[in-house]
């Protein structure tokens, strides 16, 4: 398969996607989206990750010049816990709420990646199953004090000191961090872009 695409913008501040992004291979140029995550609709933990991870792509269309030039991969990353949808603390009392509510209990992290290309957005999410162990206040506490829980959803980051909170996860281990990466790559073939194993099949 001939790739079209050398690059592609990445429409995300998420060192994490970067850092995924990058060893997947794909040479990328960063851009901004000012999309409001933050605005909750009656709607289902489904439905708010996919409609925020498309609406960030869209944000950064519109803030193009020239916008079919490179395909535009967003994502967004939310944590569900009966139900709801639990985002990113806004400070760490917020997140020792969230911690004490995941705390001891099964949740899904869903990860929902878009590709914006010529004209048209390709769209997978993932779900993965994780459950916490029952945390003690302290434990909660001082973990709190690492400043980890801010800017990841439900107020935890695996990747880091977090990972030792969870007793065990059942699904993609890159989708929690937040950017699945086997999806990704089956975005980035179908747009036909160019990454470490891009046209191999
Ligand atoms: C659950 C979990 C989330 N996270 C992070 C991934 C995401 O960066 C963040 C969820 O916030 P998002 O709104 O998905 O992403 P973001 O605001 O960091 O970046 P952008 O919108 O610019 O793409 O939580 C971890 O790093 N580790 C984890 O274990």
Do not use: W
Request: net charge negative; glycine share 8%.
């Amino acid at each position: 398969m001939s790739t079209h695409y050398s690059k592609i913008y990445l429409a995300s501040g998420s060192p994490r996607r970067k850092e995924l992004l990058t060893q997947l291979g794909v040479d990328y140029i960063q851009i901004a989206n000012d999309f409001d995550e933050t605005r909750l609709l009656d709607e289902s933990p489904l439905d708010y990750v996919e409609r925020v991870a498309l609406g960030k792509a869209q944000s950064a269309l519109k803030s193009l010049d020239n916008p079919n030039q490179l395909p535009i991969l967003s994502a967004d990353t939310t944590v569900a816990h009966q139900g709801e949808p639990l985002g990113k603390p806004n400070d760490l009392e917020h997140a020792a709420e969230l911690l004490l509510r995941l705390s001891g209990d099964r949740h899904t992290v869903m990860s929902s990646v878009v590709l914006a290309v010529s004209g048209g957005f390709l769209q997978k999410t993932v779900k993965t199953d994780v459950v916490f162990a029952a945390l003690k206040q302290k434990t909660i506490e001082a973990y709190c004090q690492t400043q980890e829980p801010l800017g990841k959803a439900g107020g935890y980051a695996i990747q880091g000191i977090g990972g030792s909170l969870i007793e065990t996860i059942s699904g993609s281990y890159t989708n929690v961090v937040g950017l699945p990466v086997y999806e990704t790559r089956q975005l980035l073939e179908q747009a036909k872009v160019q990454f470490a194993l891009s046209g191999l099949g």
